[in-house]
């Protein structure tokens, strides 16, 4: 896998701009942030741990981890309740998901298909 940085961009904090990668490829569907009994936690960033461990769990079916993700899509129902938890939320990140950043998109909607869900992740792995 390699991290794509073109000559004199800065180093983006978090995420790659791109990824390139050769491999199996590993499709997650949108997880949200239950756990196994369809409960939520009701704090943003427990959810978003919550669907973090959902996706390893996902990908470990396939015999990948978490450093295998190339790309994740990041749906989130308050952008200002996560531009306030960075702090927070970077920690969770690296604590579930390790050093890999892949790259990225986090975009505000106004509504997910479980009413509960506040934020929903899909992503995109690579197996070499």
Known sequence: MKHLLPEGWPRPSGYSNGIQAAGEQVYVSGMIGWNEKGEF??????????????TVAVL?????????????????????EYRLNL??????????????????????????VEPTALVEIE???VIP
Do not use: C
């Open 87 to 112: 702090r927070e939320i970077g920690s969770t990140y690296r604590e579930i998901m390790g050093k890999n950043f892949p790259a990225m998109a986090v975009v505000g909607v106004t509504g997910l």
């Open 60 to 80: 470990a079916e396939a015999g990948a981890g978490p450093e295998h993700i190339v790309r994740m899509t990041w749906y989130v129902k308050d952008l200002d």
């Open 123 to 125: 992503s995109t792995a």
């Open 41 to 54: 936690a009701e704090r943003f960033v427990d959810q978003l741990a919550q669907t973090l461990r959902n």
